[in-house]
Every structure is written in C-alpha cells, then in structure tokens.
C-alpha cells in the first residue's frame, strides 16, 4: 500500500485535511498520525500491540480476620497447582504497611510487597499465611505466581476499585497491638507453684498449684514428667477422644483459686507433641473469675478466658463472659496467630482487667511468644463486684460436642512454669 487517506482527520464537506505517504510494510494511522502530532503520542499509545501473555496465577483466597480504624489481619490461603513441590510467592500492593508477618518472609519496596513461603509447598498442598496491616487506608491487592520465582517488585499497581473480596464479615472484636506487660514487674508476682516429682499429679494440682477437687475430672490423664528444664504436666487425649460425659477418655480439666484481684497477668509454656494434629479444635488453659463458666453455661457470675486451638492449629481466645453472643464462648482473633505443633515449648501469656461496674471498660490481652497478637478492649467483664479473678482454668481436650472433633490418633499436650502476677491487687490475695 502505498498511502492512505484519513478520513477520519477531515470534516465531512471539506477535502482531507493531511495526507500521509509512506513506503514498505503497512502501518496503522495511528502510528503514522503521532509522527505528524507528536503531542497525540499519549492517545496512541492505547493502540501498541501487547504479547499475550499466560495466566501464571494460582488459587488463592483472601480472608479478613480483624479489622479497626488504623490496621486489619489478613488470612491468605494459597494452593500449590503447578505439580511439583516449591516455594511460593504472592505479590502484594498495599495502601498501609506491613507490620507483622507470620507463615512467611517478605521484601518491600514501597507500597508494594513480595511475600513467600517460609518453606516448600507439595503438589496440591495449601500455605496459609497472616499478614498484620498498620494504616488507615485498607485497599490492598494481591497476585500469586504459580512458578515459584518471586515476581518483579511494583509490576502490579495498587488500586482501591481491585480490593478483594473477603470470604466473610470483618471481625472487630480482636485488635492486634504492639505492647507489653511493662506494668508487671517481678515484685508484684503473685502465683509461682512448684511442682513436686515426689507427688502425683492429682497432689500436684491440689497441693502445689492451688488446684480444687470439686468440679476437676480427667485425674488420671495428667501425669507429673521431668525434663532437663524441670518438671511439667503432660495431659493425655486418646485416639477418639472429645468433650462429652465425664466419664469418657477426653483430657482433664481443674480450677486453680489462689487470688481474688480485678487486674491479672498469667504466663505458662506450652508445649504440644510433636506432628500433633489439630483436626477441628480443642481447649487451652487460661484465667478465669467467679464461678467459671462453661459448658454452654450462662456467664452472669464470671468469665473464663481460655486459649484455644483451632483447625491448622490457628490461635484464639475463647471467652465466656456476660455478653457473648451464644450459649458457648466467643471465639476472639481466631487466625492472628498459629501455635507450633514441632514439640517446642512456647510462652503464652495473657492480660485480663475486669470492667469497674456498670462500665465496659475491661480488657483481655494475649501474646504468644511475647508477640501482642490479641487485645479486645471495652469489654463488660462482670455484672456484680463480688466477682474476681481468682485463677487458672486449666482445661486441655480435644471439642466440640461430638465425634468430628474427635482426636485422630492418641496425643498430648504439656504445660508448666505457671505464674500470675497482680499489677493492680484491689482484694486480698488468697494463699493457697
């Protein structure tokens, strides 16, 4: 072809306004027309061939566990479909910043962030990662690679109208904070039992740990062991074992009373066996006040703020207190962190400040590993001011009311170095 009239460059009862002649292989008019007006370079731009490229992509899904004015937590399940075993990556543009990362590593450069798996996922397998987000603005989009290379940092750009969308509500009962127990110094340390290898583990928790025989069930699937550290309580759950009749092979469970206080920190290790399978939940120790609910039993003269494991060992406080929104505790933050389930011992610790009466000024602060990854605040923790917290709900099984929670093989969890320190003691100390 050798030139070519642009009609669509002239006014319909006029002669054409430009003519362009060119030679060789044919060009598009628009190509043609920006070498006249290079100042309608930019419009033509639209118009440069793209290569068509793959869809490298994987499956991936995005769930928003917390979110609060100034950050959120992000659950992010992606599955391996290439058919070969490999680290993983996800890029992700962010309006906010990432503060904590848990499930993996990550490499910044400005807004934009490469993500990858802190180990390599099989064939078919999922790697579930928690992203804690710092920032008021919450628009964030993510990309997975499918090769296992990690993608060129700023190749996606961040935009509000590609948020994702979550697979379900926004949790705002559980904010994850930075912080620390810097209130409770060693000299207000209220609660420290040893554990005596002369005795059982029943004269243990009823002698040494302050424990009460009436309501405890389960004595005899706690033993006392010793290790290089010192001694601890190993709770055994058989093969099929979940919460139903006492009288069932399910864990054990026991009250400890040694205080009566308004403000209380508790710490103690765990430690679970190794390769332990999670498979739908199961219940932790925690501090408790009053009478200790639980059971579906109604929270109006207590509260107990146990620690809980969930499916893939995900963490969360399980609370029955005057206002949660069923007959059974309130799951808190569940997701904002994973408990190690390699046969490592671990520190939990947690926080509790009852309400003053007639206020929702209470709170409850948990940490793992001396990480902040709970804190639900204006919470109305009591009805009556005759209820203190007076100790530890220690409780470990597998449940859940029947057989699909169930433990799918014979396992164990153990405990030890339990202490409670009182920052702010409004009642006299029990002795035990």
């Known amino acids: ?18 003519r362009i002649e060119f030679k060789g292989q044919a060009r598009r008019p628009e190509s043609a027309l920006s070498e006249m007006f290079p100042e309608l370079a930019i419009a033509t731009q639209a118009f440069t061939p793209r290569p068509e490229q793959a869809d490298t992509s994987l499956p991936l899904r995005v769930h928003e566990k917390s979110v609060w004015d100034d950050g959120m937590v992000l659950k992010v399940r992606v599955k391996n ?68 290379q990690e993608p060129a940092l700023q190749e996606t750009a961040f935009s509000h109208t590609n948020r994702l969308r979550p697979e379900g509500p926004a949790k705002t009962t559980a904010r994850p904070a930075t912080g620390s127990l810097e209130s409770i110094t060693p000299d207000q340390l209220a609660y420290a039992p040893r ?27 706690i033993e006392v062991k010793h290790g290089p550290s010192g001694s601890f309580l190993r709770t055994h759950m058989e093969e099929g074992a979940y919460v ?46 009053g009478d200790s609910p639980s059971g579906h039993k109604k929270a109006n003269n207590g509260i107990t703020a146990r620690m809980m ?24 933050g569940r997701g904002n962190f994973y408990f190690d389930t390699s046969g ?14 007639g206020q929702t000024n209470g709170f409850i602060k948990v940490w793992y590993d001396d990480e902040l990854v709970i804190e639900a605040n204006d919470l109305r923790l009591r009805t009556k001011d005759s209820v203190y917290i007076e100790g530890i709900m220690h409780t470990i099984f597998f449940g859940g009311g029947n057989d699909s929670w169930a433990a799918a093989r014979d396992e164990w969890v153990d405990t030890r170095n339990f202490k409670i320190f009182t920052p702010s003691v409004t009642h006299a100390n029990r002795t035990p």
């Open 1 to 18: 072809m050798d030139s070519l009239d642009l009609d669509d460059v002239q006014h319909p009862q006029h002669e054409p306004l430009a």
């Open 81 to 148: 479909t290439t058919g070969r075993k490999q680290p993983l990556s996800v890029q992700l543009s962010l309006a906010a910043t990432i503060e904590n990362l848990w499930g993996g590593t990550y490499k910044a450069d400005g807004s934009h962030y490469v993500i990858t798996s802190d180990k390599a996922i099989a064939p078919g397998e999922q790697w579930d990662y928690t992203v804690k987000v710092s920032g008021k603005d919450h628009g964030y989009e993510f990309r997975s690679m499918a090769d296992g």
């Open 195 to 221: 554990l005596d290898p002369a005795m059982s583990a029943k004269q243990n928790i009823l002698d040494s740990l302050g424990g009460v025989y009436a309501g405890g069930w389960g004595w005899e699937n």
């Open 244 to 289: 139903r009749e006492k009288k069932e092979i399910r864990g054990a469970g026991f009250d400890t009373r040694t205080l009566s206080v308004t403000h209380a920190a508790l710490t103690y290790d765990l430690r679970f066996k190794p390769g332990f399978d999670p498979v739908k939940g199961g219940k932790l120790p925690g501090l408790m006040a």
């Open 309 to 332: 494991w969930r499916r893939d060992a995900q963490g969360e406080l399980y609370l029955y207190y005057p206002d949660m929104e069923k007959s059974h505790g309130d799951s808190i």
């Open 344 to 357: 490592e011992w671990h520190r939990i610790k947690q926080e509790v400040k009852l309400n003053d009466i």
